[in-house]
């Protein structure tokens, strides 16, 4: 199960034709591109609280939903006997995912560094043998296990909360914060979320500083306003300023018996302009840069759609040089032909100097080298 947004969604805003809810408060969308940027307003409900208006009060767990999840393909004994030892004495199922959490966040290591060392299944080795892996091995262990002694459990996988930027009044949310945990179906509660993995510990060198938070509101307000600064925003502005324009006339209409030099017409004038250019300075409200390098090229939306083809693309926060270092990685074999590609697209987009026609023509066997076939 994919989460889109923070429990329970009540508005989202993306470019795509349909949202589907499924019936476990998942949300998918048809197109790949519109989870890249998108706007979710979420009601936060804290434990213990009544289920909102509109929200399935889950006392129960209906038969078939709980059949549903208490589904397990052939396991080897010793994953069962390891959650009964684990879970002795629990008074209730609460209890024991309380304590199959705590074993497995204490007991075993969090690591990215996933390296086969056996010919066991997976999860096997990960509890037995290597114990140590990352997010995903840590909750599928724990639903597994829950299941395992008749307690429904289910694997979630999303975005956590993020990091709280005082300056920008935003939660930072990036790709490092992608994570798994597993949501326990208790009775009287209904679905109640665990996270038995230690990632907050291996999290913890990555909370960025002062400066980092400063610069990444900086950057968050020049990209509002100035790169993603979209039609509906400036007709939103121009009705705004026409509105108030139109009450100040009202206010201030001049009588049509009066005269005035027109020196003193065009002073009147100037100081209108000169007023409405500070309110656009004080609402942090700039114009579009105009010409060309308002745009992304050609040559570089052809080349994510051709890495799109292949499952990569850019992460709704990521830079460019950021998801070239990303393709380097994931296809070494198109990072050469991507890296000129992104130095061009820097060049052409933030550069003042067009691209001679030498370069252009690297563009074009750059771009060759993208779509041929491996």
Not at 34 to 51: D, F, K, N, Q, T
Not at 66 to 78: D, G, K, S, T, V
Not at 183 to 197: N, T, Y
Request: proline share 7%; with cysteine; glycine share 6%.
């Amino acid at each position: 199960m994919r989460r889109l947004a923070a429990p329970r969604a009540v508005r989202i805003e993306m470019r795509s034709p349909n949202v589907v809810v499924d019936d476990m408060d998942g949300l998918t969308v048809s197109s790949p591109g519109a989870r890249l940027h998108y706007v979710v307003e979420s009601e936060i409900e804290s434990p213990g609280r009544p289920p909102g208006p509109g929200r399935r009060a889950s006392a129960t767990l209906p038969a078939a939903d709980r059949e549903r999840f208490l589904q397990l393909p052939p396991l080897p004994p010793e994953i069962a006997r390891l959650a009964r030892e684990v879970t002795a004495g629990s008074a209730d199922a609460g209890a024991a995912a309380g304590r199959i959490s705590a074993h497995l966040s204490t007991k075993y290591r969090y690591t990215l560094a996933l390296k086969r060392q056996t010919a066991l299944a997976p999860l096997e080795e990960f509890l037995f043998v290597r114990r140590s892996g990352n997010c995903e091995y840590f909750a599928a262990a724990m639903a597994v296990m829950l299941r395992s002694i008749g307690v429904p459990a289910r694997v979630v996988a999303g975005l956590q909360q993020g990091e709280w930027n005082p300056y920008g009044r935003y939660f930072m949310v990036r790709l490092s914060d992608a994570h798994a945990w597993v949501e326990v179906h208790l009775d009287g509660r209904g679905w109640v979320a665990f996270d038995p993995s230690p990632r907050a510990d291996a999290a913890a060198a990555e909370i960025p500083g002062r400066m980092s938070l400063y610069l990444d509101a900086a950057r968050m307000r020049w990209y509002r306003h100035v790169v993603s600064w979209s039609l509906r925003d400036q007709v939103q502005l121009a009705a705004s300023v026409h509105r108030q324009a139109a009450d100040a006339r009202l206010a201030l209409a001049w009588p049509r018996d009066w005269r005035v030099s027109p020196a003193v017409g065009t002073g009147a004038g100037l100081a209108v302009v000169g007023a409405l250019l500070w309110w656009l300075q004080r609402h942090g409200l700039v114009l579009p840069r105009s010409g060309p390098a308002a745009r992304m090229p050609a040559f570089y939306e052809r080349a994510l759609r051709l890495l799109a083809r292949r499952g990569l693309a850019p992460g709704a926060a990521e830079t460019a040089r950021q998801f070239a270092a990303r393709v380097e990685e994931r296809a070494p074999d198109r990072a050469a032909a991507f890296g000129r590609l992104t130095r061009y697209y820097e060049r052409s987009r933030f550069g003042d100097t067009p691209l001679s026609e030498a370069e252009r023509q690297d563009v074009l066997r750059s771009l060759a080298a993208l779509s041929a076939r491996s």
